[in-house]
Nanobody, 127 residues
């Protein structure tokens, strides 16, 4: 049974840093594309980062470029989202997701390609 579980959310001051984790079970994620999405209140879900399953190339949304990075921890079957220089507008529920295509490429932001979602973790950035 495929499952994704996010952790690491919380309250942080503007300019601070936070690392979110996405733990996978039911599959070995090192050759699968993993996306991070976020959804702020009243807004659509936004794809912000993707690491592909083919060669670990990444795609970033303009809103997080230069501030957020993504990494894999294959030993723990996890993916991490490292967030720096956080802004109040980064406040949202953050989700990891996968299309579960072996060695697939990134399709940043395409919620219709996602087959499995995590439950989400809240990130709140205070000004």
């Amino acid at each position: 049974q495929v499952q994704l579980v996010e952790s690491g959310g919380g309250l942080v001051q503007s300019g601070g840093s936070l690392t979110l984790s996405c733990a996978a079970s039911g599959f070995t994620l090192d050759h699968y594309t993993i996306d991070w999405f976020r959804q702020a209140p009243g807004k659509e879900r936004e794809g912000i980062l993707c690491i592909n399953g083919r060669d670990d190339k990444t795609l970033y949304a303009d809103s997080v470029k230069g501030r957020f990075t993504i990494s894999r921890d294959n030993a723990k079957n996890m993916v991490h989202l490292h967030m720096n220089s956080l802004k109040p507008e980064d406040t949202a529920v953050y989700y990891c997701a996968t299309d579960l295509r072996l060695r697939g490429v990134c399709t940043l932001g395409r919620t219709d390609y996602v087959r499995f979602w995590g439950q989400g973790t809240q990130v709140t950035v205070s000004s």
